[in-house]
């Protein structure tokens, strides 16, 4: 069979390109190294609601089948197999998923990573109690295709989390403007706004499969102290978590 | 804690040649009042941690190794609490129920009264080598708690994966993070390459404990004399530590005298308001500086307590400001280990040092502006302290935030120091 594929090349490239950069926290993913602990403790969270578990246990995420989809260097992997799940992660770019293979080895996990799409694992007939993808819906060609892809991989009983970056004047301002061109937190260039997406294009775009959202927080910067928390503002970054509802 | 086994060769090894590496979540390199309370709250959280500790501990609970005593302020306390430690030391510990601060011979004084306040008491006073023996048995109570006495750090290796240290024993430790607790000579901090300010102040302090005749009554007194500050601070029963800041070219002389002229020369400055006072166990001197490393964080590793700043003792600050870094370093560790996230990453250190900074520059500054403000006879500088004194005194929103501050209840407070759990 033919797989239709929603990553773009062009964005692919722009990714491997600085692939051996991942793990460099002070380098060009500085940003996304900044806000990997808030958008882990939304995820975590989530998955410890969803699944009744105890965050403060050991390994509460143990015995979990989860799926991170554009896994990048495993920003988001990583933690998730410390936390005693069965991880399998994805990406686009070849680069990428080698640097991330190494870097989990050297850090003593054991992290599934795979160069594919998700259509491959759907058409592999593979699922997932959870799957998760953070700041990828805005990277891809079509964004409604790509959700019908995630929804294929979730359990009946299973979620789906995904970070993003709301389209809004605001995240203009802050996600664009100023992370690109004045703060320079982010090459130049990394994100169109236009591509942007936003709560509710997701939750139409998921709707269809029976995913209802069940929690969105925004992620926000405070400026005073430098910190990145989980408020209700959710103009810029956001995180939503969805599942089906039970009958 | 995991131990694992990298044999070199195949089957048939000779065992001296199987080097055992001991692998944990967090190493900490000295096992005082700072890096054991912290070791004692990660391994409670569920982090494995190794305690690297040149000396045995017991050692250290003798009156001759340290004779000093610390003012524990309330949320310091608490972290005592949460470090399982305080239910141990509760009854060995003094409360200060009132502070009193004068100025010589002054007729102004600044008078904090727990009837002024709604907390009481604004602290306790704890002699540290019961504190010593207080985290040594809580030591063998934690099964994630591996301590390694009587052992230094030959070689530490930190790069983007971990941190590995061989010990002088021979015993090799990996890591995620290092964290130095090695006190004012931090040896960590000088392998790191860390640049430290510092002056001294040209003062001793001499420290000692007296027994006296009446009771002390729970009152903390502080005396700002032309030498420095002298404080009067109650022990357990009717005993007080003395912290008596000297110049540092008469110090030696007063630690010279004998047992009848140094407490004559102790009377001068108490007065007889506790009658007669008599001088026990041994007296001790320490030089008075003001330290601060430039950063505190490196590579995977972080600096606690003195290794990153030492003021001077003149608002009884050291160990709250050390026990403060603990609190917040636990924290910051214990929310990033259950998140899964890697615990020596930037991400996670950083919000330490964002968290602190603050914090621990005020301080630093305080305890320098005051002992400038108040260790010289200059009359003009005396009247406007002592009217500085009359002012805080009578006002009493000015009084309790002062208070409030040294009590370490202001600001953006780690969990445990407003008394709550970790997780």
């Known amino acids: 069979m033919v797989i239709t594929s929603t990553a773009s ?11 051996d950069e991942w793990w460099d926290d002070s380098g060009k993913f500085r940003p996304l190294h900044m806000l990997n602990p808030v958008r882990m403790e939304f995820v975590v969270g989530a998955l410890c609601d969803h699944f009744g578990r105890d965050s403060t246990a050991d390994s509460p995420l143990k015995g979990l089948k989860l799926l991170d989809v554009g896994c990048g260097g495993g920003l988001a992997s990583e933690p998730l197999n410390r936390l005693g799940a069965d991880v399998t992660a994805i990406d686009a770019g070849e680069e990428t998923i080698a640097v991330a293979a190494t870097h989990a080895r050297q850090s003593g996990l054991d992290i599934n990573y795979r160069q594919c799409m998700p259509e491959t694992l759907a058409a592999e007939g593979l699922s997932f109690d959870a799957v998760i993808s953070l700041e990828v819906v805005e990277h891809v060609t079509d964004v409604n295709q790509f959700l019908d892809a995630l929804s294929a991989l979730v359990t009946p009983e299973g979620c789906l989390i995904m970070g993003t970056i709301n389209r809004t004047i605001k995240s203009l301002a802050f996600a664009k403007i100023a992370a690109e061109y004045i703060l320079r937190w982010v090459p130049a260039g990394t994100h169109d706004w236009n591509k942007f997406v936003r709560p509710s294009e997701l939750a139409n775009g998921l709707r269809p499969h029976g995913l209802d959202i069940k929690s969105i927080k925004g992620t926000v910067y405070n400026l005073a102290n430098g910190d990145w928390r989980l408020g209700d503002d959710t103009a810029v970054n956001y995180l939503a978590y969805f599942s089906r509802q039970q009958h | 804690m995991r131990v694992s086994s990298f044999p070199q060769a195949k089957p048939l090894v000779n065992m001296r040649y199987i080097m055992t590496t001991i692998e944990a979540d967090i190493l900490i390199i000295g096992g005082g009042l700072v890096g054991g309370t912290l070791g004692c709250i990660l391994a409670d959280q569920g982090m494995s941690v190794v305690l690297v500790d040149r000396e045995a501990p017991s050692d250290q609970m003798t009156p001759e190794y340290d004779g000093r005593a610390s003012a524990i302020a309330l949320g310091t306390q608490r972290v005592l609490e949460g470090a399982g430690l305080w239910d141990d030391l509760k009854d060995d510990s003094a409360p200060i129920d009132d502070i009193r601060v004068t100025d010589g011979d002054s007729l102004m004084f600044l008078h904090y009264d727990h009837n002024d306040m709604d907390i009481r008491p604004f602290g306790y006073m704890v002699e540290n080598r019961r504190l010593r023996v207080a985290l040594a048995r809580r030591f063998g109570s934690l099964k994630k708690l591996n301590v390694l006495a009587l052992d230094s750090i030959r070689n530490l290796d930190r790069d983007a994966g971990g941190v590995t240290a061989t010990l002088e024993s021979g015993k090799t430790i990996s890591a995620k993070l290092a964290i130095g607790a090695d006190g004012r000579s931090s040896q960590t901090r000088e392998d790191a390459g860390i640049e430290l300010t510092q002056w001294s102040y040209n003062q001793s302090g001499i420290v000692c404990t007296v027994e006296h005749e009446q009771s002390h009554e729970n009152i903390a007194h502080e ?74 964080l490196d590579k995977r590793l972080v600096l606690v307590g003195d290794a990153a700043h030492a003021m001077h003792p003149i608002a009884g600050q050291g160990l709250n400001m050390g026990l403060r870094d603990v609190a917040a370093m636990a924290e910051v560790l214990s929310d ?77 407070l780690p969990r445990l120091m407003r008394g709550e759990k970790l997780g």
């Open chain 1, 9 to 19: 090349p062009e964005e692919i490239a722009r990714f491997t390109a600085i692939a």
């Open chain 2, 336 to 412: 990033a280990h259950r998140l899964g996230l890697d615990l020596g990453s930037a991400a996670v250190l950083e919000r330490y040092e964002r968290w602190r900074r603050f914090d621990n520059t005020l301080m630093l500054c305080m305890t320098d502006l005051l002992n400038r403000l108040f260790s010289n006879d200059i009359a003009p500088i005396r009247l406007a302290r002592d009217l500085g004194l009359a002012v805080v005194n009578r006002i009493p929103l000015l009084k309790r935030f002062f208070m409030r501050h040294a009590m370490g209840l202001v600001g953006d």
């Open chain 2, 223 to 296: 005396r700002f004399l032309p030498a420095g500050p002298f404080a009067i601070l109650p022990l357990t029963g009717n005993r007080s530590c003395i912290v008596w800041t000297e110049r540092s070219e008469l110090a030696p002389a007063m630690m010279a005298l004998g047992d009848d002229e140094f407490n004559a020369e102790l009377a001068r400055r108490f007065g007889d308001f506790l009658g007669k006072t008599r001088p026990t166990g041994p007296r001790w001197c320490y030089p008075l500086s003001l330290q601060f490393a430039e950063r505190v």
